[in-house]
């Protein structure tokens, strides 16, 4: 997984547990990261997929 989205995971996990799913907008995730909107949803074509990767990872790091 290329060094981006591990950020942007790491933010959207950090805004989400803050701020909820609802209360997080893409562009304020992407402000943080430091990149622009597009930017972020070339890496994830949308919130809902963005979400589902957080998911995993926190699944993937329980597992381990």
């Not at 562009?27 to 949803?41: N, T």
């Amino acid at each position: 997984m290329s060094d981006s989205k591990q950020k942007i995971i790491a933010v959207a996990t950090q805004r989400f547990a803050m701020h909820g799913y609802d209360g997080t907008s893409l562009q304020e995730i992407a402000d943080e990261v430091g990149m622009r909107k597009p930017s972020l949803l070339y890496h994830f074509a949308s919130k809902e997929v963005l979400r589902e990767a957080v998911l995993g990872d926190l699944i993937g790091r329980w597992e381990t």
